[in-house]
């Protein structure tokens, strides 16, 4: 018998549903708390929704965000956020800030002077300063992807409910939408507490934590519905708990794989792109616990059509994939 | 029970051969670059430099050579969203018609004369009110089907009378087909410009009814990249009528005036009809005038020429203006007939400028000026620095999933890393020869296809794990694992790949990289878990025979 690495026993009896009104309650506590969160704190928009501009900047020098702030101010460009950049991945010598510019009133296209204003008087205070990115926007352009993104959320869900019904129960359906709304939730909270740089790449992380959790969900309702099938005179309750149980270990290798993949980009892949994994890597520990503590409680709670055979004849409604590749 | 049969698995070796064999020039990129840049140098030269032939000589031609693209974000270079002023060419066309149209109602009613209107409509008063029909139908009679896909029938212009005034206007069809035409000619005359420069597969592209997206390699700043598309570059030649310092002097009718580019303060009043226009043009070189300044030499085509020669030969002694972009360059006396239809632009140029000017004068003019609604410059250091951590993060990720799928299912776990590595493989062959996009969320995206690949194996193993508790023996406990895995791992990656493919059509740039990466990444996993991994599961199992198997 060689050595196994066992992250979860065999046979487990955890009993997921003991504490169904608190987790859930939990959830909406959750979800109620990020809604607060972003009407009070509001979220840290990117210049891809709100226009503008961002300057990257590079220095051997420490970086001087009073100087910076002084040299830039005489240019009178309304609201300019200078903000240093600490990332593991630099070099000594490396020293970057991030120079943001609010769009500026009545001009749609991005004009080459200011940006060419800004980096002049920035190289007064520190000559060996450099600008490995610019990156401007104009209102026009941010207001339409705002649009983009809420449309790319909406239907990703509005798809993912139609296919789920399709293939199992209306039940299935509302739980695993319920779950999703959930993470998206749960995930903008804490970009919105965080005050994290919230741009279009995060709602990309949004949509892959959407097909991450939603991923997760149909698995266990496939054995769901498969042991639904098996032990007929079973209360729903306890199917549930067996199905969760009976993939649980699955659950915890693939979220563990996943998790720890993201985790060496969180740590290593450099500051331009952690917000985006940070969320990714946040939508698959709530995705993951919201398959089980959401999607299954909302099934619980609509109950589930268990006499399959009458309706729908011979075989149960969908499950004709299960059958295919031999 | 585990019968597979030869011709299924000569495929599935066969096609993670071709995985492999696409993915490889990526772990020689900087030579198969030059090799294919060499490649292009001979196509459009004929020659190559010895660097050329070297860089070529450096990857064999039998081999493929497709490469990943890799975005601005992790090359560097500079992004434009550019919005095309379609209503400009309708101005255009509408004062290009004014003359036919007057002498037309001038026939049929005595008098016409053009009032106050928007500019993208002609209002013309007609002398005799009662002859309203007879205007009409005359201006009518000027009209020409408009020819679109969806069918002819159309006329390309609308004419309504009210009162003493007719207004004249294009069709909704006309503005429509005029729209494509004028973005089709602009995308052609970007790309023109932007290949002068010489840079490598800029991306030129229409996006919706009216913008231009222009992503440009290796460029130094997307000012630059402005500078050399934002230029509208119309060049005309007009009969210099006189020459005047204020700025609110009436030019008088058929007359406009324009400004010096030049002296400040300076202005001219020109005929407005120009005599030769930039669309002539045969060909424009940097070059100096007689006094060693920097120039710009023309040479017209044969309508051009003849033009050109007949209207010095008639007015020598008199002023003529070279203008561009509404600004008078220069306005030279004529000083003998110029046949042969060449000749210089001279101005206060650096060599630069008259540089510039010669490619945009040899790329000819947009048709339509441009806003610019977005632009993005990124450091090719900046790039590389990600380029460098990603790699790193992908190689540190990879091994711990590798550590824990081999500590977790021991022989199993092997053959599933085996797997993830030709899944690997075979996302880069894939998107090598789609020519597809690595962005920074792409390598993102593999990332994240490390970690969910193995999802699919870990269902199935799971699986038959739980079998191998009832069923009996091994062999069937494999097939029952992969058989009863399958309609999970079906609709699990069914629902990731509807969101993959609504990033796809919802996004842009960088996050359409992603989405074609995790797109890309969920076929290759499903393929390598349930092919590969099993074929490899049963050709194990056929050599070994084991009694039971632990997984």
């Known amino acids: 018998m060689a050595f196994r690495l066992k992250l979860v026993p065999d046979e487990t009896k955890i009993d997921f549903f003991r504490y169904a009104p608190a987790t859930f309650g939990f959830s909406v506590v959750m979800v109620l708390a990020s809604i607060v969160l972003v009407v009070v704190m509001g979220l840290n928009f990117g210049i891809d929704f709100r226009g503008g501009t961002t300057i ?91 649009w983009t993104a809420i449309i790319a959320v909406l239907s990703a869900t509005a798809a993912i409910l139609v296919y789920i019904w399709l293939r199992f129960e209306w039940q299935f359906a509302v739980g695993a939408v319920v779950a999703l709304i959930h993470d998206v939730t749960v995930t903008v909270g804490i970009f919105s507490l965080l005050q994290i740089k919230f741009d279009l790449a995060i709602i990309a992380a949004l949509l892959t934590i959407l097909g991450y959790s939603i991923n997760d969900t149909v698995v266990v309702f496939d054995r769901l519905r498969e042991n639904l099938i098996k032990y007929k005179k079973m209360e729903l309750r306890d199917v549930m708990n067996l199905s969760v149980n009976e993939t649980l270990s699955r659950t915890v290798m693939t979220s563990g794989t996943t998790l720890i993949a993201l985790i060496a980009l969180l740590v290593l892949g450099g500051d331009v792109i952690r917000g985006f994994v940070f969320a990714m890597t946040w939508g698959i520990v709530v995705g993951t616990y919201s398959s089980v503590y959401v999607a299954k409680n909302v099934v619980l709670f609509l109950g589930v059509k268990r006499d399959w055979s009458k309706t729908d004849g011979d075989s149960p409604a969908g499950t004709q994939f299960g059958k295919s590749g031999g | 029970m585990l019968h597979i049969p030869l011709w299924k698995r000569i495929v599935i070796w066969g096609l993670c051969a071709l995985g492999v064999l696409t993915a490889a020039p990526n772990l ?58 379609v209503e400009d060419v309708y101005e255009d066309r509408m004062n290009g018609m004014w003359t036919e149209v007057r002498d037309r109602i001038r026939d049929a009613t005595g008098t016409a004369r053009r009032i106050q209107s928007p500019p993208d409509e002609l209002r013309v008063r007609i002398g005799d009110p009662a ?119 009436a030019p008088g009718l058929g007359n406009i005036l324009l400004p010096s580019a030049d002296v400040e303060g300076e202005y001219y009043v020109l005929e407005q009809a120009p005599v030769v226009t930039g669309e002539e043009l045969v060909d424009a070189k940097p070059d100096f005038d007689q006094n060693g300044r920097p120039a ?105 999933v590798v550590f824990f799928m081999v500590a977790s299912y021991g022989l199993f776990g092997v053959l599933a890393s085996v797997a993830l590595g030709l899944n690997i493989a075979m996302i880069f062959g894939i998107l090598s020869s789609i020519g597809g996009t690595l962005t920074l969320p792409g390598i993102a995206g593999i990332v994240l296809t490390i970690g969910m690949a193995v999802d699919a194996n870990v269902l199935v193993f799971e699986r038959i794990r739980e079998e191998m508790k009832t069923a009996r023996g091994p062999a069937r406990a494999i097939e029952l694992g992969y058989q009863k895995a399958m309609s999970a791992i079906v609709d699990a990656n069914i629902t990731t790949f509807i969101t993959a493919a609504i990033l796809f059509f919802v996004g842009s740039g960088p996050v359409r990289g992603f989405a074609v990466t995790l797109s890309v990444g969920i076929v290759t996993s499903v393929f390598t878990a349930i092919f590969v991994t099993r074929l490899m599961v049963v050709t194990w199992f056929e050599h070994k025979r084991p009694k039971t198997i632990t997984v």
């Not at chain 1, 000559?127 to 941010?142: H, L, Q, Y």
């Open chain 2, 28 to 85: 020689f990129y900087g030579r198969v670059e030059g090799h294919n840049d060499a490649l292009v140098a001979l196509e459009r030269n004929g020659a190559m430099t010895p660097e050329q032939e070297a860089a070529r000589a450096a990857w064999p031609d039998w081999l493929p050579s497709n490469l990943v693209n890799l975005g601005l974000d992790l090359r560097g270079g500079a992004h434009l969203l550019a919005e095309v002023h």
């Open chain 2, 296 to 400: 710009v030499g023309f040479r017209f085509n044969p309508t051009g020429a003849r033009k050109f020669g007949d209207y010095t030969a008639e007015n020598i002694g008199q002023l003529f203006a070279i203008v561009l972009d509404d600004e008078v360059i220069s306005a030279p006396q004529i000083q003998s007939h110029i046949p042969g239809g060449s000749g210089i632009i001279t101005g206060r140029f650096t060599v630069e400028e008259s540089t510039n000017l010669a490619v945009l004068l040899r790329a000819g003019a947009l048709p339509a000026e441009m806003t610019f609604l977005e632009e993005r410059t990124i450091g090719p250091e900046l790039g590389q620095d990600s380029i460098d951590a990603g790699r790193i993060a992908s190689f540190v990720g990879l091994a711990a």
């Open chain 1, 56 to 146: 990257r900047t590079e220095s051997v020098q420490p970086v001087d965000v009073g100087a910076y702030r002084a040299a830039i101010a005489p240019l009178d460009l309304g609201d300019v956020s200078i903000t240093e950049v600490f990332d593991p991945t630099f070099g000594p010598e490396q020293n970057v800030a991030m120079i943001r510019i609010q769009a500026q009133e009545g001009t749609e296209a991005v004009t080459p002077e200011i940006i060419n204003s800004v980096e002049a008087a920035l190289q007064a205070v520190d000559p060996s300063v450099t600008f490995p990115s610019v990156e401007s926007v104009g209102p026009k352009v941010s207001g339409e992807l705002i």
């Open chain 2, 131 to 249: 002859k309203m029909a007879e205007a009409i139908e005359a201006v009518r009679d000027l009209a020409s089907p408009v020819v679109t896909m969806t069918g002819v029938g159309q006329s390309d212009i609308e004419v309504t009378g009210e009162g003493d005034t007719v207004t004249v206007r294009l069709s909704e069809a006309e503005r429509a087909a005029t729209d494509d035409r004028t973005m089709d000619q602009s995308l052609e005359i970007i790309r023109r410009r932007v290949d002068e420069v010489g840079t490598r597969e800029p991306t030129i592209q229409r996006q919706g009814g009216d913008r231009i997206l222009i992503q440009v390699p290796g460029i130094g700043s997307a000012a630059e990249l402005k500078a050399l598309i934002g230029t509208t570059a119309k060049l005309t030649f007009h009969p210099v009528v006189s020459r005047t310092t204020d700025a609110q002097a």
